[in-house]
């Protein structure tokens, strides 16, 4: 299957400073890439869409400002926790689309100390 | 919208018995059923999807079903492996759009 990355896999930041996620798609070009934020124990709950150079599209409830998402390419998408918040901590993981199939990054683990 | 339920939330079985995993959509417009596996700390992988126009699809040990009428589809894993546990998700997508709607999640646990 298709191969997505995410990096950093885990980051410790102190609140009020910002933090940003990379996700590429390896060895396929995604005219979409998703984003996810994920609780313990729950679900995926997805925050907003994007697409190779448009802005990207949040779902209800999730602050966009906050949330800073950037799809320059279409092999790279960027996720920007600005203004990180304890409440901010959770599992955040991208996906790729190729066609109707979704492929899945690895995940980054975000701490707000 | 499309709401996906997914059913057991938990499911504990012998090593080499055959698991069922059931999901129902709401949406009759859905036509393509990923189902993902995820283990811990990990993203979710896709371990295999049906479309609408496909009854059933099977890989090795993993099949799915699709009952477009009832609007339900299920995940059979046979002779399962200490390896196969993890937490299993379905998810629905609604022709035209391209945004997942996922169960729940199951947590499946093979004993061995």
């Known amino acids: 299957g298709a191969v997505v990355s995410q990096h950093p896999s885990r980051v410790i930041c102190k609140s009020g400073t910002s933090v940003k996620i990379e996700c590429r798609s390896l060895d396929f070009q995604a005219t979409t890439m998703f984003w996810y934020r994920q609780f313990p124990k729950q679900s995926l709950m997805l925050m907003a869409t994007s697409n190779e150079g448009s802005k990207a599209t949040y779902e209800q409830g999730v602050e966009k400002d906050k949330f800073l998402i950037n799809h320059a390419s279409l092999t790279l998408s960027t996720l920007t926790v600005t203004s990180a918040h304890p409440e901010d901590s959770s599992f955040y993981i991208c996906s790729a689309s190729e066609r109707y199939e979704q492929y899945f990054g690895p995940g980054t683990r975000l701490t707000v100390t | 919208g499309e709401n996906v339920e997914q059913h057991p939330s938990t499911l504990s079985v012998q090593e080499g018995d055959s698991a069922v995993i059931k999901c129902t959509y709401s949406?009759?417009?859905?036509?393509?059923f990923p189902w993902y596996k995820q283990e811990l700390g990990k993203g979710p992988q896709l371990i295999i999807d049906i479309r609408s126009n496909v009854g059933e699809k099977k890989d090795q040990r993993i099949a799915v079903t699709l009952n477009k009428t009832a609007k339900h589809f299920s995940l059979h894993i046979t002779e399962t492996q200490p390896e196969d546990s993890a937490v299993y998700f379905c998810?629905?997508?609604?022709?035209?759009?391209?945004?997942?709607?996922f169960g729940q999640g199951t947590r499946l646990t093979i004993n061995p």
């Open positions: 949406d009759s417009a859905s036509n393509y």
């Open positions: 998810a629905a997508v609604i022709q035209g759009a391209q945004k997942l709607v």
